[in-house]
């Protein structure tokens, strides 16, 4: 008897399904962040180009979080954050996504090697490998300190930006900027990860607050808050930057630390809001300090 | 296999994106490629 595989129904995913799978959300902050540190890098590059680079690095960062979703579809069908998601919605296929996801990095860093230059494509091929083989598939499920090595990922964009108008990846201010996110990364994921513990703890993934708990989580939180005052205000202390982005990153840090600490003194029953209140301004908090760093460029007051 | 409306149009949804996508594609290497060539140009020795 011979048997005849039934072949399965056509996807009802439409492009807005496709689009979900690249987590455009993160996407916006990767692409600011690599927007501020190209206004802010020394020399000129033509517009084209320059929006090329950011649309390299806007697909590239979405293709990295198509494979992620790939990767993690059994985290995310078990997690309600995340079961929504195009995946364990049951709109796109893991196959699907692994090919989707494949064919965009492929094409995102093909394209910054060709328009715009080579040491972008490497730092951006070396991104997506990072956030996909080390974050995504080795640290993610086995160590507490899996977002603090794997924000390495999200904090490269900067520096990638900075390479693809100076072509250069070896000055300072790209990598205090890389130090800025990477060291701002624990507390933004740890406050999120505080809020929603049950989550992570049903889906087994050792976030902080799961295998450490609460409290050692917001000492954490708070150390690292301190931390990213210090390194956030270092391009400004170098001379790198001019006086806007120091007043206001010495401002918004002051803030950082304060939320903080009243996430650090919360009581269990308002912890979740304090937690929540802390990401919302993390978010804030990045926006505003590579804003004040593009704007002191193009108005002028960067030191030149 | 028989389509369902809804299949039909989300297929027919993926296919315009996709070819849209590839079209822009093309367009974009064709334009910088140009951007890098006028400025080749303006750059040679006379």
């Known amino acids: ?304 | 296999m028989n389509l369902t409306p809804e299949e039909k149009r989300k297929l027919s949804q993926r296919n315009w994106t996709v070819a849209g996508l590839l079209l822009a594609f093309v367009a974009l290497v064709f334009i910088v490629t140009i951007v890098k060539l006028g400025g080749n140009i303006a750059a040679r020795p006379l």
Request: hydrophobic share 55%; net charge positive.
């Open chain 1, 1 to 304: 008897m011979t048997t005849i595989d039934t072949p399965s129904r056509p996807s009802l995913a439409g492009p807005a399904d496709y689009l979900a799978l690249l987590k455009p959300r993160v996407m916006s902050l990767v692409v600011f962040t690599a927007l501020a540190s190209m206004i802010a890098a020394p020399g000129a590059i033509h517009p084209l180009l320059a929006a090329t680079a950011l649309l390299c690095i806007a697909v590239g960062a979405g293709a990295a979080g198509a494979l992620n979703q790939w990767f993690d579809a059994d985290i995310d069908a078990i997690m309600t954050r995340t079961r929504t998601r195009p995946i364990p919605a049951g709109l796109i296929s893991r196959q699907g996504a692994l090919e989707f996801g494949t064919t965009l990095a492929a094409f995102s860093v093909f394209t910054m090697a060709f328009l715009v230059g080579y040491v972008p494509a490497i730092l951006l091929a070396a991104t997506i490998a990072f956030y996909l083989f080390v974050y995504t598939m080795w640290l993610k499920r086995l160590t507490v300190q899996n977002i603090v090595i794997g924000g390495a990922a999200g904090a490269l964009p900067p520096v990638i930006g900075w390479a693809a108008v100076t072509g250069n990846a070896f000055d300072t201010l790209p990598w205090l900027l890389f130090a800025l996110i990477f060291i701002w990364t624990p507390s933004h994921f740890w406050a999120l990860a505080l809020a929603g513990s049950e989550d992570y703890a049903r889906a087994k993934v050792p976030m902080l607050p799961v295998v450490k708990g609460s409290q050692e989580t917001r000492n954490q939180i708070l150390m690292y808050s301190v931390l990213l005052s210090v390194v956030a205000l270092a391009p400004w202390s170098m001379g790198l930057t001019g006086i806007v982005y120091g007043a206001l990153t010495a401002t918004l840090s002051v803030a950082y630390i304060g939320f903080a600490l009243i996430l650090w003194r919360a009581s269990p029953a308002h912890e979740r809001n304090a937690a929540l209140r802390l990401f919302a301004f993390s978010i804030f908090y990045l926006f505003a300090v590579f804003t004040a760093l593009a704007v002191e460029r193009l108005t002028g007051f960067a030191p030149q």
